[in-house]
């Protein structure tokens, strides 16, 4: 089983609400990552945060909002959202962010913009 | 011409069959190698991570590089339905931050 968990696994949310994406790793990983993945194709990376401090940031739409209280914890806000943002976004986490390391996936969450 | 290539599939195999699923690349500074399994509206679980030229076993699988050729590859045998997924290779440059390069995706059907 994955160690990187991700709530909730469905969202449903209207172009005008506000809503949060949240991930928790207990692997003692310093760095984290959000992803998203559209039907049929391969993840894409939006965010990568090292040691708590955002490091890319992959020319997200600011409707798209990265934090991270602590180093187990991520979180995705979101607000004013597209029909086409709706994808599968993924939280992953690694030993650190020096490159070579292993990348862990969560499970995702299931995002759908109406 | 994309960074890595893999061939889409579908790929449909009987049960028992050896499976190889292969991605090229195409930049030498790729150095780290991954696959991962990813089923159906569920995240990517990782298999296999290799660094360096040659095989790397893991129970029924086994992941090969060959950077000379820039083509990687990972092998299933006595393949079950289980295995039925899309599997996606996915590297890392030499001294980058961990950022996934992934190929496109090969969706596995093993059949009874």
């Known amino acids: 089983d994955t160690e990187v968990t991700q709530t909730p696994k469905h969202l449903v949310m209207g172009m005008t609400n506000k809503k949060s994406l949240k991930c928790e790793q207990h692997?003692?990983?310093?760095?984290m990552y959000w992803y998203k993945q559209k039907a049929k194709k391969p993840p894409e990376l939006m965010f990568v945060?090292?040691?708590?401090?955002?490091?890319i940031n992959e020319s997200v739409p600011s409707r798209f909002s990265p934090e991270c209280p602590n180093s187990s914890l991520l979180n995705l806000h979101l607000h004013a959202l597209q029909p086409e943002d709706s994808a599968l976004y993924l939280c992953?986490?690694?030993?650190?962010?020096?490159?070579?390391?292993?990348?862990?996936f969560g499970e995702g969450s299931w995002l759908t913009v109406v | 011409q994309k960074e890595v290539e893999q061939d889409p599939g579908p790929l449909s195999v009987p049960e028992g069959a050896i499976v190889s699923l292969n991605c090229t690349y195409s930049?030498?500074?790729?150095?780290?190698f991954m696959w991962y399994r990813q089923y159906s509206r569920k995240g990517p679980e990782l298999l296999m991570y290799?660094?360096?030229?040659g095989n790397k076993e893991d129970g029924r699988f086994t992941a090969q590089v060959d950077k000379s050729s820039k083509y990687i590859s990972l092998f299933i045998r006595d393949s079950q339905p289980s295995d039925s997924a899309t599997y996606l290779c996915?590297?890392?440059?030499?001294?980058?931050?961990?950022?996934?390069?992934f190929g496109t995706g090969t969706r596995l059907q093993v059949t009874l």
């Open positions: 992953a986490s690694s030993q650190d962010n020096s490159g070579g390391n292993t990348i862990y």
């Open positions: 692997m003692g990983h310093r760095a």
């Open positions: 945060y090292s040691y708590e401090k955002l490091s």
């Open positions: 930049n030498s500074a790729f150095q780290y």
């Open positions: 290799t660094y360096s030229s």
């Open positions: 996915a590297m890392i440059y030499t001294g980058t931050a961990s950022k996934l390069t």
